[in-house]
């Protein structure tokens, strides 16, 4: 009886403690809620009406009264920058920078946020200027490569290189693009009226050696081909035509698939040295184990101009043949156009359409092939008629493969 008495009197205690546990945790909570000023209430019925402008101007109200909300800052101006909503991305971030009291490494942190807000706006002259504003920070790395990417954007090599070398000097990363910095420099040089020989050799020096630190990181030979060129055309406006043709020749063997770019300038160089069916004979023979649409264009009117109409027609049908193309097609159709006008259609009479109707032909795969007469960039799609090594599109390296859009 005595063991049944106890248990009465100790559930209505446990009751009660249970009682007064829950009433402590709920004054908790109501004092917390508390704390939370109102604006941060409206800011969030704001952003759920979609009411931004006032979200954020509740939002900044919050900032004001409560110094722990940084991080909804940052969080609010990322997710406008991502949905494309700049002002706004740069309203919150300013909001931010304007207060006084804010720690440096916040400083820091919305000083490389309102950069990126500006990089994506395309304000690139304030984004540089934000960016370097960091470069002592926490955000150096980040800041150093969009500052890299700044300077590729403008096309400013010699700040690029910059850019580059005090990346490296706080982290040891690969920049292939590197290369192609100095390539550019080389290439613009050449293009004065008097191309500063010491210079440009300085520039394909630096390039070379970047190619020999990075050779690992490199995903094709692009680079090495580029300098190539590049080299041959120095020696080209050196008048060292031995030299030119050696460096041609070394891409032919070594980057079998980019003749095409050098092809015209390879003849060139033969016929300067009177060997013009020397050079005709080595890019036919090469076109036979590398075919590629633009050195079939180039040997095919070279076939043409040397030997006349028929072998050249012989060369391209023996090629379209083996390698059935509409651009070669229509190229082919143009030369017999031109040959049917202009030798009266001597020389392969009954081998080919009437006129009208090769005109005719000529009309409606020529409308039809000039779509695939392109490169085209493989990472953004970009289509030129002339080869890039750096997308106009989006800024990337390598990306055009030394093919037309119909050998894809
Ligand atoms: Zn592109």
């Known amino acids: 009886m005595d063991y049944e008495a106890w248990w009465l009197i100790l559930i209505p205690i446990l009751f009660g403690l249970g009682w007064i546990a829950a009433r402590v945790d709920v004054r908790q909570m109501m004092s917390e809620t508390r704390q939370l000023p109102d604006s941060y209430f409206k ?7 979609e009411d931004h402008d006032k979200a954020i101007d509740a939002f900044v109200e919050v900032a004001k009264l409560d110094t722990e909300t940084i991080e909804l800052h940052f969080a609010l101006g990322n997710l406008f920058r991502r949905r494309g909503e700049i002002e706004r991305a740069i309203r919150v971030h300013q909001s931010l920078l304007s207060r006084a009291d804010l720690p440096k490494e916040e ?17 690139l002259d304030r984004a540089e200027a934000a960016f370097k504003a960091v470069l002592d920070s926490s955000f150096a790395v980040s800041a150093n490569r969009s500052l890299i990417r700044i300077y590729e954007a403008e096309h400013d090599w010699p700040k690029a290189i910059e850019a580059v070398k005090h990346l490296h000097k706080i982290l040891d990363e690969p920049v292939p693009q590197l290369i192609h910095y100095y390539c550019e420099l080389a290439q613009q040089a050449m293009q004065s009226k008097q191309p ?20 690992t990181a490199l995903l094709t030979n692009a680079a090495s081909v580029r300098i190539a060129m590049l080299r041959a055309k120095l020696l080209k406006i050196q008048a060292d035509m031995a030299g030119e043709r050696k460096y041609l020749e070394g891409i032919l063997a070594n980057a079998p698939e980019y003749a095409g770019l050098i092809a015209a300038d390879l003849l060139d160089n033969y016929k300067q040295a009177q060997q013009a069916e020397l050079g005709l004979d080595l890019l036919r023979q090469h076109y036979m184990s590398h075919p590629s649409l633009d050195l079939f264009k180039i040997v095919f009117s070279e076939f043409r101009g040397q030997k006349g109409a028929k072998p050249a027609w012989e060369f391209a049908s023996e090629s379209l043949r083996l390698h059935p193309s509409l651009l070669g097609l229509d190229k082919l159709l143009e030369v017999e156009l031109k040959a049917a006008a202009g030798e009266n259609g001597s020389g392969h009479e009954g081998e080919i359409l009437p006129d009208v109707e090769l005109s005719l032909l000529h009309k409606m795969i020529h409308k039809h092939t000039q779509r695939l007469d392109r490169y085209s960039c493989s990472s953004c799609g970009f289509q030129a008629r002339t080869f890039y090594w750096q997308c106009p599109g989006c800024n990337m390296w390598e ?3 030394p093919r037309k859009l119909e050998e894809m």
């Open 196 to 215: 500063d020989i010491t210079y440009i050799e300085m520039q394909l020096k630096q390039a070379e050696q970047a190619l020999l630190k990075q050779q």
């Open 107 to 123: 400083r820091d942190h919305a000083q490389h946020e309102i950069a990126q807000d500006f990089f994506k706006a395309g304000m």
């Open 399 to 401: 990306t055009y493969a």
């Open 43 to 49: 800011g969030l019925n704001f952003l759920l009406n």
